[in-house]
Nanobody, 113 residues
């Protein structure tokens, strides 16, 4: 059974940092393109970053220079380091296996003073 479990969300002040982690079971993350999405209240889910099978990271323009996606093959996880967070980035963050309907339950990130 394939399962994705996100963790690491929380409450942070503007300008702060959080590190999200997506733990996968039933799949090998290094053999898949892995996405991080976010969905703010009342908005569509948007792609934040993804990492290719070769380990190449890619980012939405809005997070370039502040977010870093990485993969730990030994742990079978995909992490998202988020720095200089903004209030408008408050959302539920999800990981996804590209091209599938495999989603985790999400982790809430709230950026507020």
């Amino acid at each position: 059974q394939v399962q994705l479990t996100e963790s690491g969300g929380g409450l942070v002040q503007p300008g702060g940092s959080l590190r999200l982690s997506c733990a996968a079971s039933g799949i090998i993350v290094s053999r898949n393109v892995m996405d991080w999405y976010r969905q703010a209240p009342g908005k569509q889910r948007e792609l934040v970053a993804f990492i290719t099978t070769s380990g190449m990271p890619n980012y939405a323009d809005s997070v370039k220079g502040r977010f870093t996606i990485s993969r730990d093959n030994a742990k079978n996880t995909v992490d998202l380091q988020m720095n200089s967070l903004k209030p408008e980035e408050t959302a539920v963050y999800y990981c996804n296996v590209r091209g599938t309907i495999l989603w985790g339950q999400g982790t809430q990130v709230t950026v507020t003073s």
